[in-house]
């Protein structure tokens, strides 16, 4: 279970290959560009526990950076390339991040970091380069193609936010020191979804997220190939899948959208017999969104329900969702319990939060707090959800994180928009949450009562949401705003968001999220 076996076996074997670009990478290729990183890694000082930071776009050397890093024992955190400077600036420092890699696609961002991350020791740079940042390729090719002389397992550390809206790292940690010791994801891949070394893994999703990161490196353990899209376009998909006979995909509810959406010629057009496993995850999928794909694609539509956290699993087969529609599926990692406010187990049927015991430890980096917070009195842990089993164990989800706005399967947590938007001079209160978007999910919706209401209308709109856009990434700002001369408050000063957000959901049946 580790590329370095495949390099070993079947070193022509292309591991991975950018879509776009058409560039492949072969194992034995990837096995000596992750032993180079490994290398370098221990050049600038860095030992197993210690931290580095990717920014990269989906780029054809982002995964010899993460087995490298993962082959010298070293933490790695892969960083959203739509952050901003001061967003990104702020997971390098919480981290301790001590080496950085970017890319020269990203290089004004790159040099706002240079001066605001004094901490970083060693910064990287692909394609190019700017005052402050070496040239990762000719770094590189000064060091052995040979492992390391103390190879021990390293680990991924992913931001997850929670609604205090700063994001906080989560560690896991890794269950042995052997580099190719086999992982949680990885055994369920392979026995609940067919992975294998025949696999042909098409991921048109950002790999900085969770989901396609692990799985496109799951791919790469068991000797596969991953087909990475730089971006996703709906015909695009379809061809690749015809063209590289592809037998496995994992996708959000918002490709699943713009798929269906495709005229039905454009949809008739490709050959998807090679298609065994699509996958579903990171948001909830409209009933009749599922329905329709079922219907295009047969009974390969597979949905679970997970986080980054690692904590816990459920799954769902086409067959068992059609007897279960909404349902996202029973426990296969951890034990799935629904508790009351006291930690009490609820029965079936009643709603409660969602927890899993006997999960996958897991710690939020620098917040013993809130990793505190995400455990109850018996030790059981949640993602914070709420929800509900029936009589055979499907979860059923009834609510997301409080608060948190999912659009096209990224979690936006509303928090930090509402601390800024409160900053500005015009603004007396505010509230932001997520309102539907028959695209997306949700589009992020700012309500504001302004200090003098004569002053609420369009101008003043495009002003708060320009406002945002100057320091938050577009896609965590108010698309809309709209005006209140009171915003609903408990006399505690709670802000009542629940009473907001309903205005909005009003109608739209199943899908509303209700939110506690």
Not at 125 to 153: C, H, K, N, Q, W
Not at 400 to 422: D, H, V
Request: hydrophobic share 40%.
């Amino acid at each position: 279970m580790h590329p370095s076996i495949h390099a070993r076996a079947t070193p022509d074997k292309i591991a991975y290959r950018m879509a776009g670009s058409g560039e492949c990478v072969t194992y034995r290729q990837l096995d000596e560009a992750s032993n180079r990183f490994a290398h370098l890694l221990r050049a600038h000082g860095l030992a197993p526990g210690d931290h580095i930071a990717l920014m990269l776009e989906n780029h054809p050397r982002f995964f010899e950076l993460c087995w490298g890093a993962q082959r010298a024992g070293i933490v790695y955190t892969p960083i959203s390339s739509r952050l901003t400077a001061a967003e990104a600036g702020y997971i390098l420092e919480d981290s301790g991040a001590k080496l950085f890699v970017t890319s020269y696609a990203l290089r004004d961002v790159a040099a706002e970091l240079r001066a605001s991350t004094p901490g970083v020791g060693a910064r990287l740079m692909v394609d190019g380069g700017i005052d402050g940042y070496d040239s990762l390729e000719r770094t590189l090719d000064r060091f052995p193609t040979r492992p390391v002389a103390d190879e021990t397992a390293g680990s991924e550390m992913l931001y997850s936010s929670g609604t205090t809206g700063r994001p906080k790292g989560v560690l896991r940690g890794v269950s042995s020191p052997a580099i190719d010791a086999p992982t949680p994801i990885a055994e369920l891949c392979s026995r609940l979804f067919g992975f294998d070394e025949h696999a042909a893994y098409l991921s048109p999703a950002p790999l900085y997220h969770a989901a396609p990161l692990s799985f496109c490196m799951t791919v790469m353990r068991l000797g596969g190939t991953a087909i990475v899209m730089e971006r996703f376009d709906a015909a695009e998909f379809l061809r690749l899948v015809q063209v590289h006979g592809v037998t496995h995909t994992q996708l959000v509810p918002t490709m699943l959208v713009r798929l269906l959406r495709l005229p039905p010629e454009e949809r008739a057009r490709y050959d998807l017999s090679s298609l065994k496993w699509a996958i579903h995850a990171a948001a909830p999928c409209p009933i009749p969104v599922k329905e329709q794909m079922l219907d295009w694609w047969g009974p390969i539509v597979w949905e679970y329900y997970a986080g980054t956290e690692g904590a816990g699993m459920t799954v769902v087969d086409p067959a068992s969702w059609l007897a279960h529609k909404g349902s996202v599926g029973r426990a296969v990692l951890g034990r799935l319990k629904i508790c009351g406010p006291d930690a009490e187990e609820l029965p079936p049927g009643e709603v409660g939060g969602v927890y899993f015991a006997d999960g996958r430890p897991f710690a939020y980096h620098n917040d013993p707090q809130k990793t505190a917070g995400a455990h109850n009195a018996k030790g059981w842990a949640t993602l914070g959800d709420i929800g509900y089993v029936d009589e055979e164990g499907y979860l059923y989800l009834t609510d997301r994180k409080a608060y948190t706005i999912i659009s096209g399967g990224i979690n936006i947590y509303p928090q930090e928009c509402e601390n800024l938007l409160a900053m500005h001079p015009s603004v007396h209160d505010v509230a932001v949450f997520g309102v539907p978007n028959d695209e997306f999910g949700e589009e992020v919706k700012a309500v504001v009562q302004p200090h003098d209401m004569r002053d609420a209308g369009p101008a003043l709109e495009a002003e708060l949401i320009a406002f945002c856009r100057q320091q938050l990434s577009p896609i965590k700002c108010p698309r809309s705003i709209d005006f209140e001369t009171q915003l609903p408050r408990e006399p505690t000063g709670k802000l009542q968001k629940r009473l907001l957000r309903e205005r909005y959901w009003a109608g739209r049946g199943g899908n509303t999220p209700r939110r506690t």
